[in-house]
């Protein structure tokens, strides 16, 4: 079965700095893979999605993730955080075919 | 395009009474559709989802249940709330007949006292 591991509960950055956030995948084949953030009080919204058609995908406000299938990796990067970053995000992956497996989340704090 | 709605926003209700929250979408057909909850300082718990008109799947047995009585419309339920109940309630849609990603409604804040 799909699995994904966050491993970072609370990221902290300064604004300005780069933001990587961690995410493992178990799998014994290529999934899809997702990357949603929440902020405060909102719904979830996708920032990018991996679909094996390109190992780097880029997302929405700046956001990238690079899948690595020798590390079982999808970690999302950011090169210059900004206060409205702060927010909760979560990686996931499908399970089955029509639910999804949400990593337990990681809240990230942007300081000024 | 398509969008995603949920009403109310937010709702407080006290213990022992019934709930009933909706959630729409526009813009597709025959969608797949998701109830989530959200409790306080925790992840995403997938309540029920549905791929067709009166087809429900149920998760978690609990105080809730949910229907769908139009292709496009989920209601969640429950005939007499618990305080356990309280969360952020958070509806879904995605495409049908594959691993595609979901797309989120704004969440309804339901608060048991």
């Known amino acids: 079965a799909q699995s994904v591991t966050q491993l970072d509960s609370h990221v902290s950055v300064s604004e300005g700095t780069p933001v990587l956030l961690r995410c493992n995948y178990s799998s014994s084949y290529s999934p899809s893979l997702f990357w949603y953030v929440q902020h405060p009080n909102k719904g979830l919204q996708l920032l990018l999605k991996?679909?094996?058609?390109?190992?780097l995908v880029k997302g929405i406000n700046g956001f990238e993730a690079e899948f690595k299938k020798s590390e079982t990796s999808f970690h999302l990067t950011k090169p210059s955080a900004h206060m409205s970053d702060a927010a909760e995000y979560f990686c996931?992956?499908?399970?089955?075919?029509?639910?999804?497996?949400f990593g337990t989340g990681t809240r990230l704090q942007v300081f000024p | 395009s398509q969008t995603i709605h949920q009403w109310p926003a937010t709702l407080v209700q006290p213990v022992g009474s019934p709930l009933s929250l909706e959630c729409t979408v526009e813009g597709t057909s025959n969608p797949n559709l998701y109830w989530y909850r959200q409790a306080a300082g925790r992840g995403l718990q997938l309540l029920f989802y549905?791929?067709?008109?009166?087809?429900i799947s149920s998760e978690v047995p609990q105080n809730l249940s949910a229907s769908r009585p139009q292709d496009r419309q989920f209601i969640l339920s429950s005939k007499k709330l618990l305080l356990s109940d309280s969360g952020f309630y958070l509806c879904a849609w995605s495409v049908t007949g594959g691993a595609y990603e979901q797309y989120f409604g704004p969440g309804t804040r339901l608060t048991v006292t």
């Open positions: 549905s791929v067709g008109i009166g087809q």
């Open positions: 996931v992956a499908p399970e089955g075919t029509d639910k999804l497996i």
């Open positions: 991996y679909t094996s058609a390109a190992t």
